[in-house]
């Protein structure tokens, strides 16, 4: 491949990334306040925490959020049902494609479907304002960090980051306290940046009591 048709196709590329940001930022520029829910997309229908993600969905909603998933199967279908359940308008996907995973998950009402991870990210980073993080895989730490380091950084304005599960997340929490930390490769402020709780409903309570005392801090920073 020549030094033209490099250049020829990272033009093109560069052009379909830039339509993927317009689309997504026009789509989701009226979606008013909204909580980004974060979770495995292999968590099954009977999965205690694929409940406390449908509570977590419905509550949100009752407290005039709406919600903003990966749109697929899991964790992310359970937070759009409880939305959906409540006002359909307020249940927002925003999927990736995937060569073994399905479409929107039923409960989206309106959805985007990115070509690119990282304009994926930055939609969901952009029109959150916090994050609900349930148990999940790779991709779900992908999401947890990118949002701790926005906040650790101050490239975004505050917001709350919320796990759900101290039994399943309290041995990373341990491992970033008992290596990490001590090693001097974080601070121990950055433990300030979350809070863990053990049920959906707890995480909406921590994300009102988190907006109410912050609503009138700037919200332009990103």
Known sequence: MNKSTTKSIDAWQILRIQSEFTRAFDEMSDLGPCISIFGSARTNSDDKWYEEARIAGSELVGAGFGVITGG????????????YEINPQKSFGLGIELPFEASMNEYVKTGLTCRYFFTRKVSFLKYSQGFIVFPGGVGTLDELFEAITLAQTGHAPKFPIILVGSD????????????????????????????????????VEKIIEYTDKYRKESTTNF
Do not use: H
């Open 168 to 203: 399943y997340w309290m041995p990373l929490i341990e491992w970033l306290k008992n290596t990490v930390c001590l090693e001097g490769k974080m601070s121990e402020k950055d433990f300030d940046l979350f809070r863990i709780v053990n049920s959906g409903q707890e995480a």
């Open 72 to 83: 697929g199967p899991g964790i992310m279908e359970a937070a759009n049902k409880g939305a």
